[in-house]
């Protein structure tokens, strides 16, 4: 059974750093696609950053790109999602997920130039609260 565990969240002030961790169970990270998304109240869901399984190219929102990197781990099967110079705008749920069936995704779906399938499986997430 695969499963996806968000961690690392929390309340950080603007400016501040936070590092995301997103352990896999029952997958290895290096074969799938890996995404990052997040939600914030009364919005709707966005891409963050994925990292491709094929080649470790990485992709990222213009609204994060120069502040957060995403990265992966072999060794420990996680996927991490490093965010600096934090804003209040970045306060939302991040949630990881992977591409596990392969289904190709629209092309015009977000991160497809890099992460070209469907994210289908999903963690619970964590919470990322920016405030002074």
């Known amino acids: 059974q695969v499963r996806l565990v968000e961690s690392g969240g929390g309340l950080v002030q603007p400016g501040g750093s936070l590092r995301l961790s997103c352990a896999a169970s029952?997958?290895?990270?290096?074969?799938?696609?890996i995404g990052w998304f997040r939600q914030a109240p009364g919005k709707e869901r966005e891409g963050v950053s994925c990292?491709?399984?094929?080649?470790?190219?990485?992709y990222y929102a213009d609204s994060v790109k120069g502040r957060f990197t995403i990265s992966r781990d072999n060794a420990n099967n996680t996927v991490y999602l490093q965010m600096n110079s934090l804003k209040p705008e970045d306060t939302a749920v991040y949630y990881c997920?992977?591409?596990?069936?392969?289904?190709?995704?629209?092309?015009?779906?977000?991160?497809?130039?890099?992460?070209?399938?469907?994210?289908?499986?999903w963690g619970k997430g964590t919470l990322v609260t920016v405030s002074s």
């Open positions: 997920a992977t591409a596990l069936n392969g289904e190709p995704a629209p092309p015009t779906d977000w991160g497809t130039p890099v992460c070209p399938y469907v994210m289908d499986s």
């Open positions: 029952g997958l290895i990270v290096d074969y799938y696609d």
């Open positions: 990292i491709s399984s094929s080649d470790g190219r990485t």
